[in-house]
């Protein structure tokens, strides 16, 4: 377990932790000279149970707000330290405001110097500080008088630092840890420190770094001062890496996680808890674990009830973020402490961004309060990847598995979708086949990325066939090799049609291109309007294909004539028109009709300005087996 402190500069912090560990926390030379806290100090202290509880004594001075916040930036248990001679000071109500912006579990008040004044004093100073509390929406877990020179109180606030209880995520959470300082031993090698924020470490793991390629290997581990084999979060970590980039050594601010990290968000969206109102792309700092960097505020709308408001962060260097991660926002000019965000989204769109449903989406985001809730919303509007929530959520194998449960969630190879969008999918499936059929007749169906498009869905390829066999399983749709159509679409030949495909077929295989109706009514001696309906039932069987309207041809030549196509396609980036006239033997006009078949069939595509093609997809017109 780790607490963090807070307070005024020469409030007594350092010798607070002093005379609970016995350890005297400012290690620098210049903090010795100074009498005063500059970088973060760590002291630990032996638990009854037998481990051992670490503390972080942050600097109170204003000038070194900024490692104040790497020092709380994780934090879940804090002790607010408040001299009784001097009371509530600017930097005690600035730690507060920054304190009130964490999730913290606990919140204890350490009235120091104590041997400095009376009992009254000490009375008025607690009364005072209860207030400032409470107008933070905070309640203190316990207030502790103590004198750090006489010892009185400090026992009774070690016994109540025993009963603290300390983070513990079991197996669910995957390692993840921010680095706040990172040196060289003579006979180990890099050294990093920092606080385990969730998962566990051992010896011999490999990890990814925020700042490198490579992987790196856990050479040797120090838990809260001991050297350990295996350690959890929530402890003071010191980590012995083998791989580190010399040309780029680790530092203060990067990042480790057993997962490879994603590109860091440059734009994430968060939801705003401000101190007071912010503007429109107005200049901020921001904080996040031991990094940080300027930013604009692009506000989303106008606020709610409670002040809260959404917003996209547009960061001058990206941050690696989480899902629920805080960010703290102070001044450009780092006056003052601003608010913080809660990362509701790692990326925006390109367009429609304030549009009131995606508004209520986010909206609704943001009041969940679990990842179980968070992917019921997300998953019912879109399949999410399963490397994306395994990062977003920071979840390790079993907690992946036990989040896809308590969502009631579909996995469907990599990807993770709630049943209630299969369901509507399906249905707008059937409904776009249908008014496809009801236009084009004559056709036989479309390819599966034709109809992804026609219906605008953006189910990823996998997902998207599952539900089409799905569909297929319970009757409603057909698959005429890569071609789907509705099941009543795929009626029997009625005996004039036939009869019609007994004289039609062999007469078909001896025509080297598309043939008219007319064509066909002279050869047969028919009627041409008799033809017409019977040709549609044939188009129906995956006989044969219209080109044009009237001009038909053999759907096993055309899978031929896509064979050679996509043989084309072996050995060349596009297809111009006059190559796919040598191809196929046929005369301009008859060829043109033919790629413009293939692009409407999907099966091409016309580049911009061109007379050339590339293929677009290579599943269709392949002969069923």
């Known amino acids: 377990m780790i607490i963090v402190t807070a307070g005024h500069v020469d409030h007594g912090k350092t010798s607070v932790i002093q005379a609970l560990t016995g350890t005297d926390a400012d290690r620098l030379p210049e903090e010795k000279r100074r009498g005063m806290t500059i970088d973060l100090g760590y002291a630990f202290l032996p638990m009854p149970d037998g481990s051992r509880l670490a503390f972080i004594d942050v600097p109170g001075h204003e000038k070194f707000i900024n490692n104040m916040l790497v020092g709380v930036s994780h934090a879940r248990h804090a002790l607010l330290v408040v001299a009784c001679n001097d009371g509530v000071m600017p930097q005690t109500r600035e730690h507060l405001e920054i304190l009130a912006l964490l999730p913290l579990q606990s919140l204890t008040l350490v009235l120091s110097k104590t041997d400095l004044v009376s009992p009254q004093r000490q009375l008025q100073v607690a009364e005072e500080c209860q207030q400032l509390l409470q107008s933070f929406g905070l309640q203190a877990a316990g207030i502790f008088p103590v004198s750090s020179l006489s010892g009185e109180g400090i026992d009774a606030l070690r016994q109540h630092i025993y009963g603290l209880s300390a983070i513990s995520d079991g197996n669910e959470l995957a390692f993840r840890m921010t680095l706040d300082r990172a040196f060289t031993v003579k006979g180990a090698g890099c050294v990093v420190t920092g606080t385990l924020i969730s998962g566990a470490v051992a010896v011999g793991d490999t990890l990814y770094s925020s700042a490198q390629k490579d992987a790196l290997r856990v050479r040797a581990i120090h838990a809260q001062g001991q050297a350990v084999t295996s350690v959890a979060a929530g402890n003071r970590v010191a980590l012995n890496l083998a791989g580190t980039d010399?040309?780029?050594?680790?530092?203060?601010?990067?990042?480790?996680?057993?997962?490879?990290?994603?590109?860091?968000?440059?734009?994430?969206?968060?939801?705003?808890?401000?101190?007071?109102?912010?503007?429109?792309?107005?200049?901020?700092h921001c904080h996040h674990g031991a990094e940080h960097t300027l930013a604009h505020v692009s506000l989303l709308g106008e606020p709610n009830a409670q002040g809260q408001q959404l917003a996209e962060l547009v960061l001058q260097q990206p941050l690696l973020l989480c899902q629920d991660d805080r960010i703290i926002l102070r001044?450009?000019?780092?006056?003052?402490?601003?608010?913080?965000?809660?990362?509701?989204?790692?990326?925006?769109?390109?367009?429609?961004?304030?549009?009131?449903?995606?508004?209520?989406?986010?909206w609704a985001l943001a009041q969940t309060t679990d990842a179980a809730g968070s992917l019921q919303l997300l998953t019912a509007k879109a399949a999410l990847p399963l490397e994306e929530v395994r990062w977003r959520w920071q979840l390790s194998d079993a907690g992946l598995q036990q989040l896809q449960q308590q969502a009631g969630l579909r996995q469907i190879e990599q990807w993770l979708v709630a049943p209630s969008l299969l369901a509507q999918e399906a249905e707008h499936f059937v409904a776009v086949l249908g008014e496809f059929h009801q236009h084009s007749p004559d056709?036989?169906?479309?390819?599966?990325?034709?109809?992804?498009?026609?219906?605008?869905?953006?189910?990823?390829?996998?997902?998207?066939?599952?539900?089409?066999?799905?569909?297929?399983?319970?009757?409603?749709?057909?698959?005429?090799?890569?071609?789907?159509?509705?099941?009543?679409?795929?009626?029997?030949l009625s005996p004039q049609a036939q009869?019609?495909?007994?004289?039609?077929?062999?007469?078909?295989?001896?025509?080297?291109?598309?043939?008219?109706?007319?064509?066909?009514?002279?050869?047969?001696?028919?009627?041409?309007?008799?033809?017409?309906?019977?040709?549609?039932?044939?188009?129906?069987?995956?006989?044969?294909?219209?080109?044009?309207?009237?001009?038909?041809?053999?759907?096993?030549?055309?899978?031929?004539?896509?064979?050679?196509?996509?043989e084309h396609f072996r050995y060349h980036d596009a297809l111009e028109t006059a190559e796919f006239k040598t191809l196929v033997g046929l005369g301009r006009k008859v060829a043109i009709q033919l790629l413009e078949f293939f692009d409407r069939s999907g099966f091409t595509r016309r580049k911009f300005r061109s007379n050339s093609r590339d293929l677009r997809d290579g599943e269709l017109f392949r002969e069923q087996g």
């Open 246 to 284: 010399n040309h780029r050594p680790p530092q203060r601010g990067d990042w480790l996680s057993t997962m490879v990290p994603p590109a860091a968000s440059g734009r994430p969206v968060v939801l705003l808890r401000a101190q007071e109102a912010l503007g429109h792309w107005q200049s901020v």
């Open 331 to 362: 001044h450009a000019a780092g006056k003052q402490t601003l608010g913080a965000g809660r990362v509701l989204a790692l990326s925006v769109p390109n367009r429609r961004k304030r549009t009131a449903q995606r508004l209520e989406s986010l």
């Open 443 to 492: 056709q036989l169906g479309v390819g599966l990325s034709r109809l992804l498009r026609m219906s605008h869905s953006h189910l990823p390829l996998p997902v998207a066939k599952a539900v089409m066999a799905q569909l297929v399983a319970d009757g409603r749709l057909l698959q005429r090799g890569s071609m789907w159509c509705l099941t009543e679409h795929k009626q029997q």
């Open 499 to 566: 009869q019609f495909w007994q004289q039609l077929q062999p007469w078909l295989l001896q025509q080297d291109g598309p043939v008219w109706v007319t064509d066909m009514a002279t050869a047969l001696t028919l009627d041409a309007d008799d033809i017409r309906p019977l040709c549609i039932q044939l188009v129906q069987q995956g006989y044969i294909n219209a080109i044009v309207k009237d001009r038909y041809m053999l759907n096993v030549r055309l899978c031929e004539i896509a064979d050679s196509i996509r």
